[in-house]
């Protein structure tokens, strides 16, 4: 990675392009009693190049270096990777992205069954994260409001048209699934009530098996709601056919103060009657670093807990 990063800069210097960094440290202790005690940290790099030549285009690159430790077998794993690395074009009505990428497909909060690159983990520590894409994906400025998109990557195509439709934003959305034998046509649709703080969203569509012809139903239904003193409610309902699952979630966010955040997120199954509780508290140490301590409460009793410590460079 060293002799890497010394090629970039020296190219960046010698073709005159802006080269821009930014490093990030994250780091998670964790414990869970059928794993014992873990630990992870991962060192982020940014870097941003671009021209003064070429305002419309741009290169970001993201760089990771993992380290993975069992405390309680004394195991430990280390690797690098890119996390992203694209090339970004954006002109008035234009936007090519190439390269490894983040699809931004879905309007759920606890799930997302219309994202197959993308996925949300709402049971992970970090939920943001999201492994890239290498794809292809161009979107067309229709007008303001409204603009398709099209991407392509090695197993799955997309296409999707959005524009806002009086009250909502409204999206139609067709995936060619090959990894996973799946065509899929389905919607997406998020917007406010009535000119409350209510936010309602959905998502969710018909799923066809291309192996077997057989064909089910995904979806979620949500509701968002902001209060005073900094409290968020949200809710949200999932259905899967094919599983014949059905889950609710519901999640109280409550900032006390500017540098306070408590968090609790509890999803049940309507079926087996599961039950996760995870509540979490986020503490600003300065604009630059954050401490996360938190746990996940089970029916299954396979809790687990966790610190998250992040600094930006």
Same mark, same amino acid.
């Given at each position: 990675?060293?002799l890497?990063?010394?090629?970039l800069?020296?190219i960046s210097?010698?073709?005159g392009?802006?080269?821009?960094?930014?490093?990030?440290?994250?780091?998670?202790?964790?414990?869970?009693?059928?794993?014992?005690t873990?630990?992870?940290?991962?060192?982020?790099?940014?870097?941003?190049?671009?021209?003064?030549?070429?305002?419309?285009?741009?290169?970001?690159?993201i760089?990771?270096?993992?380290n993975?430790?069992?405390?309680?077998?004394?195991?430990?794993?280390?690797?690098?990777?890119?996390?992203?690395?694209y090339?970004?074009?954006?002109?008035?009505?234009?936007?090519?992205?190439?390269?490894?990428?983040?699809?931004p497909?879905?309007?759920?909060r606890?799930w997302n069954p219309?994202?197959v690159?993308?996925?949300?983990?709402?049971t992970?520590i970090?939920?943001?994260?999201?492994k890239?894409t290498?794809s292809?994906?161009?979107?067309?400025?229709?007008?303001e =409001?409204s *603009?398709?998109?099209? %991407? #392509? $990557?090695?197993?799955?195509?997309?296409?999707?048209?959005k524009?806002?439709?009086? /009250? !909502?934003?409204f999206a139609?959305?067709?995936?060619?699934?090959?990894?996973?034998?799946?065509d899929?046509?389905?919607?997406?649709?998020?917007?406010?009530?009535?000119?409350?703080?209510?936010?309602?969203?959905?998502?969710?569509?018909?799923?066809?098996?291309?192996?077997?012809d057989e064909?089910?139903?995904?979806?979620?239904?949500?509701?968002?709601?902001?209060?005073?003193?900094?409290?968020?409610?949200?809710?949200?309902?999932?259905q899967n056919?094919?599983?014949?699952t059905?889950?609710?979630?519901?999640?109280?966010?409550?900032?006390?103060?500017?540098?306070?955040t408590i968090?609790?997120?509890g999803?049940?199954? =309507?079926d *087996?009657?599961?039950? %996760? #509780? $995870?509540?979490?508290?986020?503490?600003?140490?300065s604009?630059?670093?954050?401490? /996360? !301590?938190g746990?996940?409460?089970?029916?299954?009793?396979?809790?687990?807990?966790?610190?998250?410590y992040?600094?930006?460079?």
């Open positions: 990675m060293r890497f990063l010394s090629f800069l020296t210097t010698l073709s392009l802006d080269l821009k960094t930014n490093l990030e440290n994250n780091n998670i202790l964790g414990y869970q009693k059928s794993l014992g873990l630990n992870y940290n991962r060192l982020r790099l940014y870097l941003d190049l671009s021209d003064k030549r070429w305002k419309d285009i741009n290169a970001k690159m760089l990771d270096n993992e993975f430790y069992n405390l309680k077998g004394s195991k430990n794993r280390n690797k690098s990777s890119f996390y992203r690395a090339i970004n074009y954006t002109g008035e009505k234009h936007m090519f992205v190439v390269g490894l990428q983040r699809i497909f879905g309007v759920g606890i219309i994202d690159f993308n996925p949300i983990d709402i992970s970090e939920t943001n994260e999201r890239g290498e292809i994906r161009y979107e067309y400025a229709i007008n =409001l *603009n398709f998109d099209i %991407t #392509l $990557s090695k197993n799955r195509h997309a296409l999707r048209i524009g806002y439709l009086n /009250v !909502a934003d139609l959305i067709f995936i060619k699934d090959k990894r996973n034998s799946l899929i046509v389905g919607v997406e649709a998020e917007g406010e009530l009535l000119n409350t703080d209510i936010t309602l969203r959905g998502e969710g569509g018909r799923f066809l098996d291309t192996k077997t064909s089910y139903y995904s979806y979620i239904l949500g509701v968002e709601r902001g209060f005073e003193n900094s409290i968020i409610l949200l809710a949200e309902f999932y056919t094919k599983l014949k059905k889950q609710l979630a519901l999640n109280l966010s409550y900032q006390p103060s500017p540098i306070w968090n609790l997120l999803l049940g199954s =309507l *087996n009657k599961t039950l %996760t #509780l $995870s509540p979490s508290f986020t503490y600003s140490l604009d630059e670093s954050t401490l /996360v !301590a746990a996940f409460f089970n029916s299954k009793r396979e809790d687990r807990f966790f610190v998250n992040f600094i930006n460079f």
